[in-house]
């Protein structure tokens, strides 16, 4: 939930994401659940409930980055955790009518990265306004959790990732999975990081979206063990 990548590579997108988190908050493997009477497929975060990497089953795909644009002050006291209000827009029926309907107030900032039929957007709320951005889906991206990334550190990362994909006209998911084991000589601010045994990369969770099939990729680099599940769309 701390770094996502959108591509566009040979008839097929490929999202990537890493979960950066606490060492104490494990997650279960994808699996479907019912949620709001819709099936999900997402890995599971026990604690809360809720995940930051859901597909349904026409391949829409949601992925969640903690904060907005800009690092906020944290606090204590929000009235729901984000990974279950993406659960809430992923199942609506329609959940871009729902993004702009949905009550934020006391929620803390996130960045969604939503992939909806063969749309692609970006919704954010900074804790006071939601912010939507259409973006094509024929271009490649890459997000950093701004609470812990700096803007250095931001930018450092969009420019590997540009230089990458200048360089892999069309990068397959293998390709993309090994630039987001990155660590690069700082553990603190590479794509795989360590902070202390405190704060690492628990997961690497990838969706490669075809015409008429998806495989989600789920790599739980603290157990070290990988699950592949192919769902027919």
């Not at 997961?203 to 990729?217: A, E, F, G, P």
């Amino acid at each position: 939930m701390c770094t996502v990548s959108f591509v566009a590579s040979s008839n097929k997108i490929i999202i990537t994401s890493n979960r950066d988190e606490q060492v104490t908050r494990p997650a279960i493997p994808p699996d479907w659940y019912t949620i709001n009477g819709k099936l999900l497929f997402f890995p599971k975060d026990p604690r809360a409930g809720g995940t930051w990497f859901a597909t349904d089953e026409l391949g829409n795909t949601l992925v969640l980055l903690n904060g907005a644009a800009e690092k906020h002050q944290m606090r204590t006291g929000y009235r729901r955790s984000r990974g279950l209000i993406v659960l809430d827009i992923l199942s609506d029926l329609s959940p871009r009518d729902c993004w702009e309907f949905i009550d934020l107030d006391n929620i803390e900032p996130f960045t969604i990265v939503l992939y909806l039929s063969g749309q692609l957007w970006q919704l954010r709320w900074d804790g006071i306004a939601k912010d939507t951005v259409s973006l094509p889906a024929d271009k490649s991206y890459i997000w950093s959790s701004s609470p812990l990334y700096t803007i250095e550190t931001q930018r450092e990362r969009a420019k590997r990732f540009k230089m990458f994909i200048s360089g892999n006209t069309a990068p397959g998911e293998n390709d993309l999975y090994i630039f987001h084991t990155f660590k690069g000589d700082d553990p603190d601010s590479g794509l795989i990081i360590n902070r202390d045994n405190i704060l690492k990369t628990l997961s690497i969770t990838q969706n490669t979206i075809h015409s008429d099939h998806l495989t989600m990729s789920y790599h739980d680099l603290a157990e070290g063990k990988e699950y592949t599940n192919k769902l027919s769309l």
